[in-house]
């Protein structure tokens, strides 16, 4: 679109809420030509985990991990079976909490696709 439209860049703006990986993809992009595979259910909820940690450290455990609960849902969108996750992360109560349901989900998640494969086989 760059080079189409003869534009010097490009605004990412709102994309990037909770989907911080799409700058290295795009910058990826615009050098080769190759897109990046999207990350997996892990590195999001690394990622999460990390912003959490990030926001409770500066604004204290309640105030951090209440404002965490607006980006949660943008970090598990796409994830299958992440309903009852995001649910649980906008009533939990503190960072020990948010990551304790992360772990689980990905627990849950592990599980579910180590069944799906042995389907496959």
Known sequence: MIDYVGADAAMMGRAVEG?????????????????????????????AKEHLHRLVELKGDYAGSHEFRGQSGYYLKGISHSARTKVALNNADGEEAMDAIFDEFLEKNAKRNSQHQEIVQ
């Open 19 to 47: 989907n911080p990986w799409i700058l290295r993809q795009t910058e990826h992009y615009l050098a080769t030509g190759e897109l990046l595979p999207e990350p997996t259910a892990e590195q999001k909820i690394q990622t």
